[in-house]
């Protein structure tokens, strides 16, 4: 069974950086997007970032112009480049990775998800 595994949370000050990144422990075929979610201590889990097969990326509004999301997805790898971090940054970040493809009129999809990794940002 395909995993998601993440790395690259930690505790950071705030005004600092941080890079998470997800690997596939085997290939994905026929991805059509590329993701970052996160969640806070009671809170429901919320989209940060994703990137779509061309290349497209979307930001949630609170995290625009500091967060930046890439991804190969040749390579089952993404992402995401955290700068200027705040304190309401802080959660559990959990890396996404959604696949579609189809023959005739039968599709087929998944969606994998990584077992999320902790960012706390304090001084």
């Known amino acids: 069974q395909v995993q998601l595994v993440e790395s690259g949370g930690g505790l950071v000050q705030p005004g600092g950086s941080l890079t998470l990144s997800c690997a596939a422990s085997?290939?994905?075929?026929?991805?059509?997007?590329m993701a970052w979610y996160r969640q806070a201590p009671g809170q429901e889990r919320k989209l940060v970032a994703t990137?779509?097969?061309?290349?497209?990326?979307n930001y949630a509004d609170s995290v625009k112009g500091r967060f930046t999301i890439s991804g190969d997805s040749a390579k089952n790898t993404v992402a995401l480049q955290m700068n200027s971090l705040k304190l309401e940054d802080t959660a559990v970040y959990y890396c996404?990775?959604?696949?579609?493809?189809?023959?005739?009129?039968?599709?087929?999809?998944?969606?994998?998800w990584g077992q999320g990794t902790q960012v706390t940002v304090s001084s």
């Open positions: 990137m779509s097969d061309g290349g497209n990326t």
């Open positions: 996404n990775i959604y696949s579609w493809s189809h023959k005739g009129w039968q599709v087929y999809d998944r969606t994998y």
């Open positions: 085997e290939k994905i075929y026929y991805i059509k997007t």
